[in-house]
């Protein structure tokens, strides 16, 4: 069965500092992998998607996520933090016959 | 454009009471998928299906129904509406199984 642990549910940085959620996966087979992001009062919204081929995804927004099989991770980065990136991230596994399976999320707060 | 839409976006119900929550799509998606997300929790799945007059159980399936008569709609129904199913609910629909989905805003339901 698959699983997904995001470490930490609340992160902080300094606007114009670097982003880094990180998440780790349980999958029997070649997952397919997403993050997600919910503004306050509004559903989730994809980021980026992990499905095949490339191993760096690049999303919206200007994050980017890695796909490191080895270690069974796929963290979320952003080179330099906005106020308007303040949010909560998902991320999300699949074995590709069944159901997406969501973390915990991580709520990242921007100090100016 | 395509969208999901769900109603009520609030309801305040008192125990014991029937609720249904609606959530209606217009993206042509077989897959509709119904979570509840509590603080510390993230999403958890209630229901799904994947196709007219197709229904299963997700992990926190007790106490909620749902049916599935058409593409587009895919109600939840709380039988009998306890406090601890106070939260925000969110439907979801997807085009292929395990691939990306699209969330609704969201009704938040209060079990006085």
């Known amino acids: 069965a698959q699983s997904v642990t995001q470490l930490g549910s609340h992160v902080s940085v300094s606007e114009g500092a670097l982003v880094l959620l990180r998440c780790n996966y349980s999958?029997?087979?070649?997952?397919?992998l997403f993050w997600y992001v919910q503004y306050p009062n509004q559903g989730l919204q994809l980021l980026l998607k992990?499905?095949?081929?490339?191993?760096l995804v690049k999303g919206i927004n200007g994050f980017e996520a890695e796909f490191k099989k080895s270690e069974t991770s796929f963290h979320l980065t952003k080179p330099s933090a906005h106020m308007s990136d303040a949010a909560e991230y998902f991320c999300?596994?699949?074995?590709?016959?069944?159901?997406?399976?969501f973390g915990k999320g991580t709520r990242l707060h921007i100090l100016p | 454009d395509a969208e999901i839409t769900q109603s009520p976006r609030h309801k305040i119900t008192e125990t014991g009471r029937q609720v249904t929550l609606a959530c209606h799509q217009t993206?042509?998606?077989?897959?509709m998928f119904w979570y509840r997300q509590d603080l510390g929790h993230g999403l958890r799945l209630i229901h799904y299906?994947?196709?007219?007059?197709?229904?299963n159980k997700g992990e926190v399936s007790d106490g909620y129904s749902v049916s599935r008569s058409n593409t587009e709609d895919l109600p939840l129904t709380l039988e009998s509406a306890a406090s601890s199913q106070t939260s925000v609910y969110f439907c979801?629909?997807?085009?292929?199984?395990?691939?990306?989905?699209?969330f609704g805003p969201g009704t938040r339901l209060t079990v006085l």
């Open positions: 979801a629909s997807s085009g292929q199984r395990s691939n990306e989905q699209f």
């Open positions: 999958s029997s087979v070649p997952p397919y």
């Open positions: 992990y499905t095949t081929g490339a191993t």
């Open positions: 999300a596994v699949t074995n590709r016959d069944d159901k997406i399976i």
């Open positions: 993206w042509n998606h077989n897959n």
């Open positions: 299906s994947y196709g007219v007059q197709d229904t």
